[in-house]
């Protein structure tokens, strides 16, 4: 017989006698599966949430905050600073032939998470007739906008799907001020769900902002238009402003965001492996010993030691494979679209869906296969040496 | 002591077996050890010098919506308030915004120092000159350790919030102490400095502050102080929310997330792993053994001391394990608690309570892996232990 054709039949058999080692083989295939399932909860985690923060950002759109200010909190903009941000250069106009640009500002207000029934910042957020306009994804969903000038808000999706008392024609209270919930917007997979937005003049004078404002979006005619408006907010003496894609700035929360997240999930996945390993071990120098007459014999007849090796080392790669994809499913069913949010870069709450991704499954799935992989060479090693009629004469 | 010889000689008989075994242990209880651990520390880093006397008035919006200066006094003037002192956040930083970020607030010197005598401790002398000079910060010994900063010294502080009237975003402080907290182990990276100075230099925001504390005569009077402070202010411009100090620390931890349930999720995942490693493991270890439990009980063995032999191995195991396992976190911990990124942390050394309850822990583990052997070695006739192959 070929050493191919050899090492197959042996593989066939050991796979064949996993289920007389039923017991053992379930529990290297369990622990797989819960080292497969935490890691992977962890990466999806953070997936979920740097993919929200990713897919909030638009090429062509240009967010401009004051200098030095790296949270739109942070930030402050005047009247005549926004008018002259709509008179830059390569900045597109409306329906209406004016500007589009959304001067904005943000403030955070209490609400009560579900989850933990306790009090976390949300953040109003006071937007121009614009609002809709420089955000590409949102739409209002249910209800309607609110009417300029009153003290209507409208409600994120993500935002109405984590805290208590948002639901649409429901009335709540800021401070000594009251406001109707008349809508509720969804941007799917950005943080713009996360907020409530409200007409910013109203914002303006109910929290005594005067007419400043805080952040301004301004739609360009395309990515190509991004330089020269970015010079134009620097260098205008009357504005002095930074300007960066929505894009880039999301981009930069995201890597600073979600790392706390993976700096614990990568210990603890490598934490519980070593364990799942000494398992793993344990479970497949038991087959060998189980096998030891079994290996014996065909040494006897002629089988190589090689394949004796292949063997064992098939039998762990495909209990660490099933273990993997049972993790991967478990993850998969019971994780995967949860809502979850956290405090974000602005310092208030950002709901973000649980996702899985090809990249973090593949990770999850290496770190299982490393499992099986040292767990079947030592097993495999001693099988492939194991003299002969030692083995029988026991 | 015979008998533990022989559980001892039992465990140790394939050595490879039972160590491998110890490792999966040892993991289970170094994860439980370090999650559990860091859990107690967040939840007292929330409380640290939370007093049970101390109330925090803030904004009914939100605590990062300020509230008038005016309203120190008017709270002073509650029945059962015995000292008042009020705090704004600065968004201080040194040097880079992004890497050197701390926390930073601006304080009435005199009355902040009277309320946290016990968290912010100064010398006398550095008391005196930090209530005197009107540039003066306080720092936190972790801080000017990290920074090496001295007393004396004056330092540019910035701040991603406010900005001077002369267009500059630093402030210049002088150095009038440096304190330490509580306990050693109490975060000390924060710095306190002159409300007067920012009010006086800064181009918005005037006479507003962050936050008041107040301190109560007696915790019992709690309640109603908050709620006589919250009933002055309602429908105002500016209506405030009062809750105790731990409440406060507490609610903004959970801001982060649910740490609890991820913490119970994941040891519970390594407890659920281990758990089967090992009780199968052992059914499979006794299987190997059935002929000598026929010997033993063929030589007087009662069926009671062949369970305890049997129960008596699983357990020496889990303890084994577990006792590496917390040992080696409560090593780490002290380790990790020494860096600088821990600190925020607060103390994160192992408490007795999660020691003893990861004791209690490997105790249950041993007597539920070695059930089902011990079941089946107690049920064993002679005969069919002898004529097992």
């Known amino acids: ?394 | 002591m015979r008998d533990f010889d022989l559980v001892r000689k039992n465990l140790f008989r394939k050595p490879l077996r039972t160590i491998l075994l110890t490792v999966s242990i040892f993991m289970a209880f170094l994860i439980f050890g370090l999650l559990t651990s860091l859990n107690v520390a967040l939840d007292r880093a929330s409380e640290t010098g939370a007093a049970s006397n101390r109330l925090i008035v803030s904004n009914k919006i939100n605590f990062t919506q300020p509230l008038p200066i005016a309203y120190v006094n008017r709270i002073a003037a509650t029945k059962g308030v015995t000292g008042v002192t009020h705090s704004s956040w600065f968004g201080a930083f040194y040097q880079d915004q992004r890497n050197s970020r701390f926390v930073g607030f601006a304080v009435d010197p005199e009355t902040y120092l009277n309320l946290y005598a016990n968290d912010v401790r100064l010398t006398d002398a550095e008391r005196k000159a930090f209530v005197t000079e009107r540039t003066g910060v306080i720092v936190g010994k972790a801080l000017a350790d990290q920074y090496g900063w001295k007393v004396g010294q004056t330092i540019p502080i910035s701040s991603n919030i406010y900005v001077q009237a002369n267009g500059r975003r630093s402030w210049d402080m002088k150095i009038s102490g440096i304190f330490t907290g509580a306990k050693p182990a109490d975060s000390t990276t924060a710095l306190y400095f002159h409300y007067d100075y920012l009010n006086e230099t800064a181009t918005f925001g005037r006479d507003q502050i962050g936050n008041v504390a107040v301190r109560t005569a007696s915790s019992d009077l709690n309640n109603s102080v908050a709620k006589a402070i919250d009933n002055v202010f309602a429908n105002s411009p500016y209506e405030t929310s009062t809750v105790d100090e731990k409440t406060f620390g507490q609610a903004f931890l959970k801001q982060a997330g649910d740490l609890n349930l991820i913490v119970t999720m994941v040891v519970a995942a390594a407890f659920a792993a281990i758990l089967m490693i090992v009780s199968t493991t052992l059914v499979s270890a006794m299987r190997e053994r059935i002929r000598e439990i026929g010997v033993m009980k063929t030589l007087g063995f009662s069926s009671p001391r062949v369970l305890r032999l049997v129960l008596g191995e699983a357990l020496l195991l889990s303890t084994m394990g577990a006792v590496l396992g917390l040992v080696v976190s409560a090593l780490v911990l002290s380790v990790l608690s020494k860096s600088p990124a821990a600190s925020t942390f607060g103390d994160l050394s192992m408490s007795p309570l999660v020691a003893l309850s990861g004791l209690l822990l490997a105790i249950t583990l041993g007597l539920v892996t070695g059930a089902i052997p011990a079941a089946s070695a107690l049920r064993m006739s002679i005969v069919d232990a002898l004529n097992r192959r």
């Open chain 1, 1 to 394: 017989m070929s050493l191919m054709s050899q090492t197959r039949s042996v593989i066939v058999m050991n796979v064949r006698s996993i289920p007389q080692r039923l017991w053992m083989s379930l529990a290297t295939v369990v622990s797989i599966a819960l080292v497969v399932a935490v890691l992977l909860g962890f990466l999806s985690l953070a997936n979920g949430f740097s993919q929200t923060l990713k897919g909030s950002g638009a090429p062509d759109v240009a967010i401009v905050l004051r200098d030095g200010a790296e949270a739109e909190l942070n930030s402050t903009l005047s009247r005549d600073q926004v008018d002259l941000l709509g008179r830059g250069p390569g900045v597109r106009s409306g329906a209406d032939g004016l500007p589009l640009v959304s001067a904005e500002l943000m403030l955070v207000v209490d609400g009560i998470k579900k989850s933990s029934g306790t009090k976390a910042n949300m953040p109003l957020r006071g937007v121009g007739p614009n609002g809709l306009l420089v955000r590409k994804q949102a739409r209002i969903r249910e209800g309607r906008m609110f009417a300029p000038g009153s003290n209507e808000i409208v409600v994120g999706a993500g935002l109405l799907r984590e805290f208590e008392g948002f639901e649409l024609g429901r009335s709540v209270r800021f401070g000594a001020q009251t406001w109707r919930v008349v809508g509720v917007f969804e941007a799917p997979g950005t943080v713009f769900e996360s907020e409530l937005w409200a007409d910013a003049p109203v914002v303006q004078s109910l929290f005594k902002r005067g007419t400043s404002y805080q952040t301004a979006r301004v739609v360009l005619a395309g990515p190509a238009a991004l330089p020269a408006f970015v010079d134009y907010a620097k260098n205008e003496p009357r504005l002095q402003l930074k300007a960066q894609s929505e894009q880039a700035y999301f981009a930069g929360q995201a890597e600073r965001s979600g790392l706390l997240i993976r700096y614990f999930g990568w210990p603890l996945g490598i934490m519980m492996a070593i364990g799942a390993l000494a398992g793993a071990l344990n479970t497949m120098y038991a087959s060998v010993s189980n096998r030891a007459a079994e290996i014996a014999t065909l040494r006897v007849i002629g089988f190589s030691g090689f394949s004796a090796f292949m063997g064992t080392m098939v039998e762990a790669l495909v209990l660490s494979a099933v273990g993997a994809l049972l993790g991967v499913a478990i993850c998969a069913v019971g994780f995967n679209g949860l809502s979850a949010s956290t405090l974000g870069a602005g310092f208030t709450q950002v709901a973000f869906r649980v996702q899985i991704g090809p990249e973090i499954i593949g990770q999850a799935v290496t770190l299982a296969l490393i499992i099986g992989l040292v767990g079947g060479i030592f097993p495999g090693w001693r099988a492939a040496r194991q003299k002969p009629l030692l083995a029988l004469a026991t």
